[in-house]
Each structure stands twice: as structure tokens, then as C-alpha cells.
């Protein structure tokens, strides 16, 4: 079993989000460690901190996903799958700076607290839209369900989470 989860080759969605899980912990840590390290050490503003602190984790997170999660090591289009990781790493990085501006001033959280709950909210758009645009299985049908998901879940967390900036400032002006 453990052999199954951790070392061979797999397309089973569920082992594949058992190690993005395992693998994401691993970027988190990384991110968490740099965006404390570069703003209270470094004294660089908190979202700028946040946005380098990211394109790190997205590094870490490429090298893990591709060569253990995804199975994609032996792809030998190294360039387009770091692009791939690059765009959703760049959507991704466009919502949690949005999202961090917002909630440290709109919903005055600290930053930190913002970081994880934005890290939280993302990690399911990224495995999908990584495992959509990194998958050369057939069935696009299930591609399609998996990236529609995703979408779906992100346009229902902008929903709550505009909704709570809106009643949060509604509170705030009384």
C-alpha cells in the first residue's frame, strides 16, 4: 500500500491528491518559512514579500508535482509544463494578492491570516487546473468535469468571499 501511494506511477485522482496534498504541504512550509523571513527580516512590504515568497513555493511545487504527482518526469516538454505551472501560478498569484490586499484592509485581518486562508481557498484551483492542463491520458470528457469544477469552485469563492467583504464593510461603517 505504501509503495502504491508514495513510489509508483499512478492516474488515480484520489493517490494523485494524496501526494499534491503531501507536496503542497511541502510549498506551504516553503512559502509560509519566506514570506515571514522577507517581511519581518527583510523589512520588504507585506504583499511583495507574499508575491516572492509564492513564485518560490511555485518552484518547489512544480519539481514535486511533475516528477511524483502528475507522473509527468518523463515528458520531455519541460518547457511547456513549466509554463503550464507558470500560468496557473500566475492566475493564482493575481488572486492571492487581490485577496490579501482585500482582507488585510477591507476585513483587517493580518496578514498571515489572510496568506492561509487565501492558501486554503487556491489549493484546489491549482490541483485542478495543474492536473487539466498536465493530464496526457485520454478522456476529455473527465478533463472537461475536473476543469469545470474547478472554475465552478472559484467563481463560488469570490461569491462568499465578496459577500463577506461587502457585510464586513457594511459593519464597519456603523
Partial sequence: MIEK???EQTNNTLIQIFRYTLSGAISVTVDI??????TEVMGIHFLLS????????????YMTSINWV?????NRNVAAQLGIFMITG???????????WHLTHAAHFHYMEAKIFIMLATSLLNF???RYLLSTA????????????A???????????SLSFSNSSKDVSK
Fill in 70 to 74: 502528475f507522473n509527468q518526469h518523463n
Fill in 33 to 38: 518559512y519566506f514570506l515571514l523571513f522577507f
Fill in 5 to 7: 501511494l508514495l513510489k
Fill in 138 to 149: 485520454q478522456g476529455g470528457l473527465r478533463k472537461i468535469h475536473s476543469f469545470s469544477s
Fill in 151 to 161: 472554475i465552478r469552485f472559484i467563481a463560488s469563492s469570490k461569491a462568499a468571499i
Fill in 128 to 130: 485542478h487546473l495543474r
Fill in 90 to 100: 500566475l492566475i493564482c498569484l493575481c488572486i492571492l494578492e487581490s485577496a490579501m
Fill in 50 to 61: 507574499a508575491a516572492m515568497a509564492y513564485v518560490l513555493s511555485v518552484i518547489v511545487n
